[in-house]
């Protein structure tokens, strides 16, 4: 871990191999893609988790992890460390209740109005994972970008 984790700010992916081979190794689980389960639904079980982790180049140096289902697809997702997701997953789930509202009143449902979420699944008091969501940046890039493109200096 200590050999890691000196070469971790120069680095960009890691292998499984090297920080959990039992994970590399591990198929075909019982165990439910994070954040899929629906009762009365089949389970989309996890068949595997990719070798390769990409290392973001943000603060906390989160992950990325590709874990592909007994559908057939491939769910990715962030993995962070050093960081408490609880109030991220409680923040989905206040997103989910005024979608509720949103639904419910006339306007808004003609309109189509709601907060797209996604998933956060908490680990542990200090890790967790979050649905990668496509196409999507940063606020920190947006401001980055928005800031170069009129020379604003920091």
């Known amino acids: ?86 109030q991220d997953e409680r923040v989905m789930q206040l997103f989910g209740l005024v979608n509720a509202l949103l639904q419910n009143d006339a306007e808004c449902s003609k309109r189509d109005l709601q907060i797209v979420r996604y998933n956060v699944i908490p680990l542990s008091p200090n890790s967790g994972l979050i649905e990668w969501v496509p196409d999507t940046d940063t606020l920190h890039a947006l401001v980055r970008d928005y800031r170069e493109s009129r020379k604003i200096l920091l």
């Open 1 to 86: 871990f200590r050999q890691i984790n000196k070469q971790l700010p120069r680095m960009m992916s890691l292998e499984l191999q090297m920080v959990s081979p039992t994970l590399l190794a591990s198929r075909n689980l019982e165990l439910a893609i994070p954040g899929l389960y629906r009762p009365g639904h089949p389970v989309v079980s996890i068949q595997s988790v990719e070798e390769t982790l990409q290392v973001l180049s943000s603060k906390q140096r989160p992950r990325k992890c590709g874990m592909f289902g007994s559908d057939g697809k491939r769910y990715n997702f962030l993995l962070k460390g050093h960081e408490d997701l609880r």
